[in-house]
């Protein structure tokens, strides 16, 4: 997965790339082996786009759980 667009809330990344470098860095790593092509599941219902598959966000964040999980 590529990071199209970021928010820090209350400026956490920048505290993170302060205080936790090493953590931001595992952050980024586990965003970028995250396949979100196969989280492409969820059929979409919505009138204008009726039929179109949407990112499914509960696969996608089981996906980013077992990765963080993996690394503790």
């Known amino acids: 997965m590529e990071i ?25 790593d586990c965003v970028a082996l995250v396949d979100a092509e196969k989280c492409k599941t969820k059929v979409s219902k919505e009138k204008n786009k009726l ?15 077992r990765l963080f999980r993996e690394r503790g």
Do not use: Q
Request: aromatic fraction near 8%; glycine fraction near 4%.
């Open 4 to 28: 199209a667009k970021k928010h820090s809330h209350l400026n956490g990344e920048e505290w993170l790339l302060v205080h936790e470098p090493e953590l931001h860095h595992e952050i980024l």
């Open 51 to 65: 039929g179109n598959l949407l990112y499914n966000p509960k696969e996608l964040n089981a996906e980013f759980d």
